[in-house]
């Protein structure tokens, strides 16, 4: 009986290695170990018959039971680790790639042309010693209309027709509303001279009239302020942003905010003034609307116009840019196809 056990242990040991050596997965080596050493495994088995042989038999029987167990262990382990190392390898070799091959190239991207023409007029007015300012989008038809001498049914609202919240609150339809907060803020310390660039809106639209558009509205206020002042910087303004070579015109025109009022036009940056497609052959390019403040908008704001005088002008970007940049319809600014905007 011993010895039947004896060499059913040695059978099994040799059956558990060979079995081992051969198991080509993890789960074939969990198989294995499931097999011979598990709860119901036929190692246990044998272990369990040790209860039948004589007893001086026992503890070299025991031993030895044991001692295979501990050599199929580790047998198992040695193989699991050599399957593993195997697994590693296979994996790194699917992951390799080729430091050589060229790289993807990246898209670089450029500020948008609007951002573009917002930052360098901000640029220019503030060397010339302008603060920039803001004000609200949504604002109140007090600050919009009524304090710039264009109260409720004034004819001269038709031309800024907006998008209204309540009968009193509306989307802004220019950001002159900044010159009157301005003028609330400051008064009555002088001198003022901002800049207040920001979206505005108006039921507009067609080639050069969007319904959110741009403008930078330009206020300055101060003793002894006159219209070659208002000329001086819009011809200093017009040269920086057109080129050294530009001129401007100012011709009579109708804000109920200023006295007097005139639309601005610089000479056409496509043809020089010779007169293109662009300026319809005129030589002149309409960029912005201008003049001095009425006295009743400086009062209104804090000021007496009997002391102080101010000049304020009300200025497009989007129009700046599209002129500048040469392009023909605003609403290009807006359809967001990189392959215009990534040619500024
Ligand atoms: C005004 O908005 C006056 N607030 C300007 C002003 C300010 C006058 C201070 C006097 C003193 P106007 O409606 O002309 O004026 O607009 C000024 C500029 O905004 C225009 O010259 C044009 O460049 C631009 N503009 C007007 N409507 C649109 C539009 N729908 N889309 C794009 N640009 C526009």
């Known amino acids: 009986m011993p010895a039947e056990l004896e060499s059913k242990l040695e059978e099994l040991a040799r059956a558990a290695e060979v079995a081992t050596d051969v198991a080509g997965t993890m789960a074939a080596v969990d198989a294995i170990r499931w097999r011979y050493l598990g709860k ?28 295979v167990r501990e050599r199929l262990t580790a047998e198992l382990e040695r193989r699991r680790g050599e399957l593993l190392k195997v697994q590693q390898e296979l994996e790194f070799a699917s992951d390799a790639y080729d430091v050589t091959l060229p790289g993807i190239p990246l898209r670089l991207g450029c500020k948008h042309p609007l951002t573009q023409a917002w930052e360098g007029l901000e640029d220019i007015f503030i060397a010339m010693g302008f603060s920039v300012v803001e004000g609200p989008e949504v604002e109140w038809d007090r600050y919009n209309f009524e304090l710039l001498n264009l109260p409720k049914g004034h004819p001269a609202r038709d031309m800024q027709d907006s998008f209204y919240i309540t009968d009193e609150i509306l989307l802004r339809t220019h950001t002159s509303p900044v010159q009157l907060r301005t003028m609330e803020r400051m008064a009555p310390k002088l001198p003022v001279r901002i800049v207040a660039p920001g979206r505005v809106y108006r039921r507009d639209d067609d080639p050069t009239h969007t319904p959110m558009f741009h403008q930078l509205e330009c206020l300055a206020v101060d003793v002894g302020l006159s219209l070659g002042d208002l000329k001086g910087t819009l011809l200093q303004f017009a040269r920086a942003w057109f080129g050294p070579q530009t001129t401007v015109r100012l011709r009579p025109s109708y804000f109920p905010f200023t006295e007097p009022s005139c639309e601005v036009d610089v000479t056409c940056s496509m043809c020089r003034g010779a007169g293109c497609g662009v300026c319809k052959g005129t030589g002149w390019l309409e960029i912005l609307g201008a003049g001095m403040v009425h006295p009743q908008v400086l009062r209104n704001g804090g000021y007496d116009p009997e002391k102080v005088s101010g000049f304020a002008f009300g200025l497009g970007i989007d129009r700046a840019a599209m002129l500048k940049f040469g392009f023909g319809d605003l609403r290009l600014l807006f359809n967001n196809d990189v392959r215009f905007l990534e040619q500024f």
Do not use: C, I, Q, Y
């Open 40 to 67: 119901k495994g036929e190692l246990t088995a044998l272990l369990r018959s040790l209860g039948s042989v004589p007893e001086a038999e026992r503890p070299r029987l025991g031993a030895l039971a044991n001692e």
